[in-house]
C-alpha cells in the first residue's frame, strides 16, 4: 500500500486560497489519489479523486504532476465552515486498497 | 434516501460484555464497510462486503471482532468481551462498487468502563 505523509495542521484566513500537499512516493501505477473532509463528530465526506493532473468539481481542485508522487488539495476562498481534517487516500479507484486514511492534515480557518 | 443510519448512537457499556452495533446503507449500494476511528486518528479500516460476502475481514481487530451482512441490506459489528481499548467511534460506509465515493454515516461511539 502507498504511504502518504501530509501536514499535520494548516491555519488561514477567510478567503484566502488553500493548498494542501500529499506525498505518495511508492503510488502504484494503477493507483488513484482521493481526498476527504472530516468535521468534529461526522463521518468524512467525499470531496475529490483524481489519477493525473488535474481535476476541478464544483467544492476543490486536485493538482497531481507527471510523476504523480505528490498531490494537492486546493479549496479557493476557504470560509470558517472549511474548519476540519482532511484526508489523503492513495489505491485503486474503487476497491478494497484505497481504504487506509492516515492522521490528515487539520485546517484551521481564522476570521 | 436519508443516507447513511447506524444504531446506536452511543453505547456505555462495561468491561467484559458483548456489543452488537447496526449499520443500514444507502438503498442501492452494494458495498458497506466498517471502522474505528480513536481521538486525533483518522478512521482505521476494518472489514468490507459487497452484498453479502464479506471480501476483507484480516484487519478485524481481534477475534473478538466480527461483522455479518446477512441479505446484503444492513450490517452488524459485534464486539465480544469488550476491553477499554475498544472505546472509540464505530463507523460506517457505503458505496456503489463502480464509484469511488463512500458515504459515511454518523457513526456510534463506545464507551466501554
Known amino acids: 500500500l502507498a504511504k502518504t505523509t501530509q501536514p499535520i495542521s494548516m491555519d488561514s484566513y477567510e478567503g484566502q486560497e488553500v493548498n494542501i500537499t500529499c506525498s505518495h512516493n511508492n503510488i502504484a501505477t494503477n493507483d488513484y489519489i482521493t481526498w476527504y473532509q472530516q468535521f468534529p463528530s461526522q463521518g468524512p465526506r467525499f470531496i475529490i479523486q483524481g489519477y493525473k493532473t488535474k481535476v476541478t468539481n464544483e467544492v476543490a481542485s486536485l493538482f497531481i504532476p507527471a510523476d504523480r508522487k505528490s498531490s494537492t488539495l486546493s479549496l479557493p476562498r476557504v470560509s470558517l465552515s472549511d474548519t476540519a481534517v482532511y484526508y489523503c487516500?492513495?489505491?485503486?479507484?474503487?476497491?478494497?486498497?484505497?481504504?487506509?486514511f492516515g492522521t490528515g492534515t487539520r485546517l484551521t480557518v481564522i476570521p | 434516501d436519508t443516507g447513511v443510519s447506524q444504531d446506536p448512537r452511543h453505547k456505555i457499556t462495561k468491561r467484559g460484555q458483548n456489543v452488537t452495533f447496526r449499520c443500514d446503507p444507502i438503498?442501492?449500494?452494494?458495498?458497506l464497510y466498517w471502522y474505528r476511528q480513536t481521538l486525533g486518528q483518522g478512521p482505521e479500516f476494518l472489514t468490507y462486503?459487497?452484498?453479502?460476502?464479506?471480501?476483507?475481514k484480516s484487519r478485524l481487530l481481534s477475534d473478538r471482532f466480527s461483522a455479518e451482512r446477512p441479505k446484503g441490506s444492513f450490517s452488524t459489528l459485534e464486539i465480544q468481551r469488550t476491553e477499554q481499548g475498544d472505546s472509540a467511534m464505530y463507523l460506517c460506509a457505503s458505496s456503489d462498487s463502480g464509484a469511488p465515493e463512500q458515504y459515511f454515516g454518523p457513526g456510534t461511539r463506545l464507551t466501554v468502563t
Open positions: 462486503f459487497q452484498n453479502e460476502a464479506q471480501l476483507e
Open positions: 487516500l492513495v489505491g485503486d479507484r474503487t476497491g478494497a486498497n484505497n481504504l487506509f
Open positions: 438503498s442501492e449500494h452494494n458495498r
